[in-house]
């Protein structure tokens, strides 16, 4: 297929393994000329971000702070960012106004610019508790912004549950408690890395809220896709697994089309050789799968297009590998990164 947008993958080497060397960075595929270029080459990069009224601005997301392009990706520089070796796993454009940015940190922390990514300030610690003790630091994954109440904000932690600002980041409240009480049920224990079994219910991956449904949140676990309609005081299993046979929710998103359409990453675990894309077109009451395609990795991020629903694109471990759909799911194509690349954890397209 003919590309009609830029794609871009953020790759982070060999996260969790010491002991080995990979590659990392940005890597851009112009629509121009479909070829991959390595156009930020010196930091691991957790997430990639286009503006979404702005596709010449592009965020990147990487162990030393934000980084941004203001030439579709062409080259990349270092932000005025407060702090470095910090690294940054999110962000989030302000609704309302298209100049305010959010970021997510890890330690877990948060970061506002108002002049479109240019200069940041980082907000106030959000207080959250330590649940479960990780040999990384936890992170703030994915934020998602109330359609109607742009200062309210959810935020996905992993490994530490979900928080919820009203303020637009300046305070924070825990929303966990009830993702712990479910974690005592027993097909809903997990324990890998950590000293708790609530581990499997507190690792977030991804957040999301449907201007179609803007006070339900739903939040994407290692354990499924769970939602609320209280703001966090109370999360109900959505039980993906009636559709899907695997049920490790790595991201989610929302049609910027269509508020009733929503793609969530399911995969078996963060480290395993399959994995899908399930679409719902009801808000998340029902869910069939929506890729063509055989991944032999975690699917870790799934891109939409801001303007384009027929285009979306999907990034997995560990081989590099890229699919993308540029006419609503009927065929796809495999735009692999070049040989030895591995470890995408973000895709983005526009």
């Known amino acids: 297929m ?6 871009y993958a953020g790759v982070a080497g060999y996260v969790g393994r010491a002991d080995q060397q990979g590659t990392v960075g940005v890597f851009t595929r112009p629509a121009e000329t479909g070829r991959w270029q390595h156009t930020l080459t010196d930091h691991e990069t957790y997430t990639v971000s286009i503006h979404p009224t702005d596709p010449n601005v592009v965020f990147a997301g990487t162990a030393d702070g934000v980084y941004r392009s203001t030439d579709r990706g ?19 454009v302000d609704a309302k106004n298209r100049k305010l940015i959010y970021a997510g940190g890890s330690p877990i922390s948060l ?12 907000l106030p610690d959000p207080g959250m508790p330590d649940r479960a003790v990780m040999p990384f ?14 200062g309210t904000i959810f935020a996905a932690l992993e490994v530490n549950g979900v928080m919820r600002t009203t303020d637009g980041g300046e ?3 825990d929303c966990s408690s009830d993702l712990i009480r479910l974690g005592q049920q027993p097909h809903l224990k997990s324990k890998i890395v950590s000293n708790t079994y609530n ?57 910027p089309q269509d508020g009733s359409t929503l793609y969530a990453a399911l995969s078996v675990a963060a480290s395993s050789k399959d994995g899908a894309i399930y679409r719902s077109t009801d808000k998340g009451a029902t869910w069939k799968r929506f890729d063509k395609v055989q991944v032999h990795g975690t699917i870790m991020s799934v891109a939409v ?46």
């Open 199 to 255: 581990e499997g219910m507190l690792d977030g991956h991804a957040i999301a809220i449907s201007p179609a449904d803007p006070d339900k949140v739903i939040v994407a676990v290692r354990m499924g896709l769970f939602e609320t309609g209280d703001g966090g005081e109370t999360w109900q299993d959505m039980e993906v697994g009636r559709f899907s046979p695997t049920t490790y929710g790595r991201d989610i998103k929302v049609s």
């Open 74 to 92: 062409k080259t990349f520089q270092r932000t005025n960012f407060p702090d470095h070796s910090t690294q940054i796993w999110s962000f989030l």
């Open 137 to 150: 630091a936890c992170r703030v994954m994915r934020m998602a912004q109330h359609p109607a109440k742009p």
């Open 111 to 122: 970061y506002r610019s108002e002049d479109t990514g240019e200069t940041w300030r980082k």
């Open 305 to 350: 297009h801001h303007t384009d629903p027929d285009q979306l694109y999907i990034g997995a471990r560990y081989d590099g590998e890229i699919f993308g759909t540029e006419n609503g799911g009927a065929t796809w194509e495999s735009l692999p990164l070049p040989s030895g690349v591995k470890d995408i954890y973000s895709v983005a397209v526009g």
């Open 171 to 173: 305070s924070w409240s």
């Open 2 to 7: 003919a590309s009609k947008s830029n794609v």
